[in-house]
T-cell receptor, first 112, second 116 residues
């Protein structure tokens, strides 16, 4: 069975500071990994995904994530936080044929 | 936290038939969403189910193909109509539960649909 652990239900950063949202997964097969963002009163929006190939994946809004098999991690980063980045972020894993398994989410607050 | 019961968990259907997927939540929630996840792909939002009014559909999805009901704040259905093999996918129900000044997103376990 697959699982996702997002460390920290709430992360707070200053505007302009580095954003680091942690995600660790478990999967018995090579995983597909995803990061989604949810803004208030909206559905999920895909930030980026890893399927195969390059382990550093670039997404929208300046976010990127690196798949590290040895660490079973897929942490999300952004060099410089913007106020508009404040939202809930979800990491998810899939083994290609089953429903996505989501982490519990991390709420990102950006302080001016 | 909200507990979501989504049924059926999987089904195999014949081309041209319709399937209704149910999503029951154990608490009243303001927003409910329906997503599609094609094999190995990310989620695609189909529509937002609005209580007491028509659902709001995303680009590429229409009410005739994916009629949605939301009779109250704890229940919604998604129907996949006149199915074709291209509709084979996983369908997910999702809800937003508000607490205090915040909100949280929860997911059903999904419905794996195969159309022959």
């Amino acid at each position: 069975a697959q699982s996702v652990t997002q460390l920290g239900s709430h992360v707070s950063v200053s505007e302009g500071a580095l954003v680091l949202l942690r995600c660790n997964y478990s999967s018995s097969v090579p995983p597909y990994l995803f990061w989604y963002v949810q803004y208030p009163n909206q559905g999920l929006q895909l930030l980026l995904k890893y399927t195969t190939g390059a382990t550093l994946v670039k997404g929208i809004n300046g976010f990127e994530a690196e798949f590290k098999k040895s660490e079973t991690s897929f942490h999300l980063t952004k060099p410089s936080a913007h106020m508009s980045d404040a939202a809930e972020y979800f990491c998810a894993v899939s083994d290609r044929s089953t429903p996505l398994v989501f982490g519990k989410g991390t709420r990102l607050s950006v302080i001016a | 936290s909200a507990v979501i019961s989504q049924k059926p968990s999987r089904d195999i259907c014949q081309r041209g038939t319709s399937l209704t997927i149910q999503c029951q939540v154990d608490s009243q929630v303001t927003m409910m969403f329906w997503y599609r996840q094609q094999p190995g792909q990310s989620l695609t939002l189909i529509a937002t189910a609005n209580q007491g009014s028509e659902a709001t559909y995303e680009s590429g999805f229409v009410i005739d193909k994916f009629p949605i009901s939301r009779p109250n704040l704890t229940f919604s259905t998604l129907t996949v109509s006149n199915m074709s093999p291209e509709d084979s996918s996983i369908y997910l129900c999702s809800v937003v539960e508000r607490y205090g000044l915040g909100e949280k997103l929860f997911f059903g376990s999904g419905t794996q649909l195969s159309v022959l």
